[in-house]
């Protein structure tokens, strides 16, 4: 592709806070008609470009040009009306008002200086209609998925802009049937000629998608280049800065389970309209990883196991003898312990320091009758900040000025400091950057080496695959099949899912699950 | 239009007709477009102020400034056409131009400096009215030939009931209300504000355009109300109309707006306000019942109302996490 004239060029883009270089003389070149991946590792500048693109922030130094004229976006509104469109990784839309509201806010069709709902109705129909997305635009934003919020979201955005559409991790919240779609849309706008800068943590989409990628690191560019020919341990090591060992390069080697001690054992336990009944039994220093499409049962699978929900069938016993869990606390009686997936949501405490988030579980084991004192928990939480190496100025800090990884590392430890015999992770390097993924695979590893039995549910497979002693497959609200260590593989893992999906019942596979989205709205 | 966001309408609009039947039921008089009149006429200056409100609240904010306002008013126009010999529309004019601007003021301190709305109108509350104390402290009396005629003027419906021009203004007020919030851009800003104000910014809505000119609406409305309010006592008085933020808050809230911003219709508000006065010409006929009895009645319809919205809220979450599990 000869790209004489780029659609939007940065040159020596620069930005400061406070003294902080998070920018320095970044060069950055989007054609039309391209998807352009932008990736890095947290805090690598990702968000500060985007923002200095869209208005949001105003650069120090360097220049912007757009169809090569030079373009100082004053503001977001600004930016739209030069051409340039954001989709951020929260959906930023406004959930209270209809679709075509949310299709129109700040430009709503006017008739005899009165704002005409029939024509924004209208028209959103016919906008959406491009998308193919046939729903009810007059109902409000709030009743529909996320994968549908983020249509209408990049359906404003390209209606508002039309020139240069900026996505920032959109399919962060989609499952794989949802970003296929939203990819068949990506490749549809790019047709039509708009420049696309993709934001996301996932490799796999960096290539499914992409034309070429830039890299940044430490807020300056390492390189862009074409995505063909490009090979991923490149990618991950300029990323990173460093050379690293291909990770997904060595699976753990198979576990002779009859010489290892059972520590729980569930027997057809499920609850009706979330699982259907499984057998699972855990054995001491082992890593069960549980795979399967969002909505297939997995963060059912742990809620029963870890007794946030109560099954309406079959038998649990720990040790030989039967047990019912009737709430967590029971469950971390016995010496269980779950990392939740939404961390914000389920897990951190944001205005706690890091050492109240790590004593937390702890505490609420001994009952709060019995304190740990003020030096225990200052030991306990120096002893978890260096053993897994929490970066954080000191202990005292609130938990909510650390970054992703490292609060997910805080949620590990608050968890290891009870000592857990069984230990269920939920996604635990959802969202997280490269490094601390690596260390995240490392200490799983290095816990089932000291006997510890975990529960690793993950979409990533190539992680899986690194850590997991057996990978349990579920599909469709259903444990589907096993796979044994040595068998493991992405391709195997693949399989197992889609042939999970396909068996099931009725029109609810791997295409039942696209098209149900697409007839979203109709109900 | 989804069914979940008219429901607290709906609901507003049942307990309305309900609350009426019965009270037909027990005193057919009441049947008579002399009691819609009076109604109206007699809640016509919150009816007025309370249009204001709807727009703090949908914005997720709120106005507790508006009582002392109208009092203000009151007592400047007194003593403006009084003692000062201003001539009447004048007054009304300067006093109208002095609540707008006031409002303005508050609503950019809130934007600007980044000031809870709850502080800022508090403040506005204790200014609005140690100002109108400023002007008198006694209750002046307003004796202008305008405002005979304004008193004077009515449209008599079918049944003897008279729909005086206080009364219609408040209707007025309420058909520009409900054109204000869902036909202009404004409104559908505040809407956006109230649903996600971070959300809104990004998508463009200038929110402090928008949050100046929510308040300043207000204000404007609180003197309109202020102006209903002389025209309906023929005085003006400092200690007047304390706590009328309360019974807007309240009459907004029972005609199904949200507290929390976002969601709600002017029109509900007029239901709320309708359900109040209807209570209270209910205990009005009765003759032997306490008129705190209103104030208890009001308590336990917002009390209803607040477990009702927490009940939709809590219902429309579970839905949509039956629709998406993880």
Known sequence: MARSEPLLRAEGVTKEFFGVTALSNVDFELAAGEIHALVGENGAGKSTLIKILTGAYRRDRGKITLEGEPVDPADVKDAQKLGIGTVYQEVNLLPNLTVAENLFLGREPKRFGLTSHREANRRSREILSQYGLDIDVTAVLATYSVAVRQIVAIARAVDLSGKVLILDEPTASLDAAEVTRLFAILEGLKARGLGIVFITHFFDQVYRIADRVTILRNGQKVATRPIEGLERLELVSMMLGRELKEQEAHAAEPVDYSRKPVIASFQGIGKRGRIAPFDLTMHAGEVVGVAGLLGSGRTETAELMFGIAQPDEGRISVDGSPVSFSSPREAIRHGFGFCPEDRKLDGIVEDLSVRENVILALQARRGWAKPLSRKEQEEIADRYIAALDIRTSDREKPIKFLSGGNQQKVILARWLATDPRLLILDEPTRGIDVGAHAEIIRLIGELRERGMSLLVISSELEELVAYATRVRVLADRRHTGELEAGAITPDTIMRAIAAGEDETPGDRGGQGRATEIMAEGAA | ?326
């Open chain 2, 1 to 326: 239009m989804t069914s979940s966001r008219l429901f607290p309408l709906a609901t507003t609009f049942v307990i309305f007709l309900i609350a009426y039947g019965l009270c037909i039921a027990e005193f057919p008089n009441m049947l008579s477009t002399r009691v819609v009149g009076n109604l109206l006429t007699d809640n016509a200056f919150l009816g007025i102020a309370a249009v204001g409100m709807t727009f703090v609240i949908l914005s997720g904010g709120i106005d507790l400034s508006i009582g002392s306002v109208i009092a203000f008013t009151g007592v400047f126009l007194a003593v403006a056409m009084g003692d000062w010999g201003l001539p009447p529309v004048l007054a009304l004019v300067i006093v109208l131009v002095l609540t707008t601007a006031f409002g303005a003021v508050m609503g950019a301190m809130i934007h600007y400096l980044a000031m809870p709305p709850f502080i800022v109108t508090l403040a506005g509350m204790f200014f609005a009215r140690g100002m109108a104390f400023l002007l008198s402290i006694e209750s002046v009396p307003i004796r202008v030939e305008l405002y005979d005629t304004l008193q004077g003027l009515y449209f008599r419906m079918p049944g003897g009931g008279r729909l005086s021009f206080v009364g219609l203004s408040m209707l007025a007020v309420v058909l520009l209300g409900i054109l204000i919030a869902h036909f202009t851009s404004f409104g559908r800003n505040v809407y956006a504000i109230g649903g996600n104000r971070q959300s809104a910014e990004l998508m463009g809505v200038p929110i402090a355009r928008t949050t100046i000119l929510i308040y300043a609406l207000s204000s404007f409305l609180a003197g309109l109300a202020g102006i209903a309010f002389s025209l309906y006592t023929s005085a003006g008085y400092s200690l007047a109309a304390v706590g009328v933020e309360l019974d807007a808050i309240a009459a907004v809230v029972i005609g199904g707006t949200l507290l929390t911003g976002g969601s709600g219709y002017v029109a509900g508000t007029l239901l709320g306000i309708l359900i109040m006065g209807l209570i209270q010409t209910y205990i009005v006929f009765d003759g032997t019942l306490s008129s705190w009895w209103t104030k208890i009645v009001i308590g336990l319809l917002l009390f209803s109302f607040i477990a009702l919205q927490r009940g939709l809220v809590w219902l429309s979450a579970r839905r949509r996490g039956a629709a998406m599990p993880a």
